[in-house]
């Protein structure tokens, strides 16, 4: 939970990112947009060719129907032949039913293709998701990744998948009611026509407004999103803090934006709607007076101009519809735009092209001069840093705060790359080497390693959910988990509930050391194993380490003097150097290889 300077700070820098896309040319951006999610959408391409086709034969069947309205009017209303009217009206319900089976069918298949899209662009942004690197997760907050993946999917699916057979179905509505009117009486049609024109205008001035705001919306629901997610992760923290009032006032804040962007977004669409109408009426009653001298004059009849202001009415409610699309695609634009922002954020690391997988491995880690700087940071988190780990040691890297210790741990299993320097394992550089075959020889259990909301077993069993269950078990007790595991309700199957909150800080850690001894992979790096755990909780854990370091290479971080003292080797880091231990009589038997300021 953070002060309000620094969300307002954070949440601009969403907003002037959303801003600086915004003022880029709204044609452009839709085209960008276009670009980027056409792949997704290619797979569905018959299917809504498939919807439209039927669609527009629904229309095509309400084209017909006003059609035989006027005929029955003129034959069975106006000449008052009962005998007259039941022949047009079975054709007319004949045409009414097959219509409504097009449409009914037009609106399945579209169905079908809008709930595959919306999972393909899901699926396409979580994968996204799964190679950024952490840099990117720290300047975003959680609740806006959130939006995007809920409410920006939706707006793109939404026109995407109902709004590109309108559109086409919309289009073709004009031009089939344009064509029967033009047909029936053309000076009419050709004074009915002028409306388009007028309407084209009002659609162009509202498209440009209407992405602006939307943009201005989504990013105040993210903000709004952010808030909400924090306050949930931090809800005790927020009651015994007393923020509750301060909390609510960032959430007004933001709402007010999101409420201002929404009512503007509302204000244009209403605008719209009511113009449109207006535009409408104005022609109608021009068409009817015209028709009117028409009829007198004996070229029209009452049933031929009230099949022309059927036909009407289906061509201006099209035309309106045309604007209530523009507004679908500026909102979907603005989302797409935030979507584009993730699937096309470039990752931190990746495979090189000439990647190998690495073969067996035997653990040998070297750092040879490594420096690291985060991006946006004013000096380097490692500075020139060389140390060896070798396997069969444990060796225990320690520092204060801010040392780069948990940096070394992200190097290991690249979540990112050096600025300068190299690390090598059995003498590859990470860099060469395929991701996946890194991270299975590295296992990282970090100090704040998340769990899942699964059952204790599931959990454990996470990153090998098709583990033998002698091995899940061993694992388990391996880490101390069995202690508590037997004092659950029932036992190993005991839901977590999220994040684990059922269970303590220390029951927590020992259930992600479990996951990671799981894994037994040739490296183990453990971030504060220890941490909150007294001696007889530390000491079976203690031992468990070092017998793991038998055939492994075993790296623990932490502040804790009593892993200091069972360590074959010390790695000192402060600043982003290594440095020499303040007391190296603190830390243990002869023989343990110290590494400070000497190279190894
Ligand atoms: N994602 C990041 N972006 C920018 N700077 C970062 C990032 N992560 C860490 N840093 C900075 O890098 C330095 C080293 O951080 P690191 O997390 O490696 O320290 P540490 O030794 O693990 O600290 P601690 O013992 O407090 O966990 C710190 O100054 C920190 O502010």
Sequence with gaps: MGMPARHAARDGSTVAGGGSTVAGGGSAATRRVVRRLRPLVRPERGVLLGAAALLLAGTAAETVTVWLFGRLTDRALVQGSPREFCAPAAVWLAVAIAGGMCGYAGHLLEARASGRLLGRLREAML??????????????????????????????????????????????????????????????????????????????????????????????????????????????????????????????????????????????????????????????????GVGSWEIATGRLTVGGLLSFAGFLGYLYGPLQELGELVVAVGSAVAAGERIAEVLDHPAEVADAPDARPLGRVRGHL?????????????????????????????????????????????????????????????????????????????????????????????????????????????????????????????????????????????????????????????????????????????????????????DRTVLVITHDLRLAARADHLVVLDRGRLARPASESLFGPDGLTITGNVRP
Excluded at 150 to 169: I, K, R
Excluded at 241 to 252: N, Q, S
Excluded at 398 to 425: C, E, F, M, N, W
Excluded at 513 to 522: E, H, I, N, T, V
């Design 127 to 288: 994968a996204r998701l799964h190679v950024l690197s952490p840099t990117f997760f720290a300047q975003r907050p959680a609740g806006d990744l959130l939006t995007r993946f809920g409410s920006d999917v939706d707006a793109v699916d939404e026109l995407v998948g109902t709004g590109l057979v309108q559109a086409v179905t919309t289009g073709c509505g004009v031009v089939c009611f344009t064509t029967a009117a033009f047909v029936l009486c053309w000076e009419l049609a050709l004074l009915a026509c002028a409306a388009a024109p007028l309407h084209w205008l009002l659609t162009r001035r509202l498209a440009g407004r209407v992405r602006a705001v939307s943009h201005a919306e989504r990013a105040a629901e993210g903000r709004i999103a952010a808030v909400a997610e924090e306050n949930i992760a931090a809800s005790a923290l927020v009651q015994t803090h007393g923020m509750a009032a301060h909390e609510l006032r960032r959430l007004r804040h933001h709402g007010a934006a999101w409420r201002d962007a929404r009512f503007a977004a509302h204000r244009l669409a209403a605008a719209n709607a009511v113009l449109a109408s207006l535009l409408e009426t104005v022609f109608v009653l021009a068409v009817l």
């Design 366 to 550: 070297r750092f040879e001069h490594v420096h690291l700087t985060y991006p946006d940071a004013l000096g380097p988190a490692l500075d020139g840093v060389s140390f060896a780990l070798r396997p069969s040691e444990l060796t225990v890297l320690t520092g204060g705060s801010g040392a780069g210790k948990s940096t070394v741990t992200r190097l290991l299993t690249r979540l990112h790359d050096p600025s300068a320097g190299r690390i090598l394992l059995d003498g590859h550089d990470l860099r060469r080497v395929t991701l996946a075959s890194l991270r299975r020889a590295v296992t990282v259990v970090a100090q704040d390693s998340p769990l899942v909301d699964g059952t204790l077993w599931e959990n454990i069993a996470w990153g090998e959910p098709d583990a033998d269950p002698a091995r899940v078990a061993a694992a388990a007790r391996a880490a101390g988990v069995d202690g508590f595991a037997a004092r659950l309700p029932d036992g190993y199957d005991t839901p977590l509930g999220q994040s684990g909150r059922r269970l303590s800080g220390g029951q927590r850690r020992r259930v992600t050391l479990a996951r990671g001894l799981l894994r037994d992979s040739p490296v183990l790096v453990l971030d504060e194993p220890t941490a909150g755990l007294d001696d007889t909780a530390a000491e079976p854990l203690l031992r468990t380490l070092r017998r793991l370091a038998a």
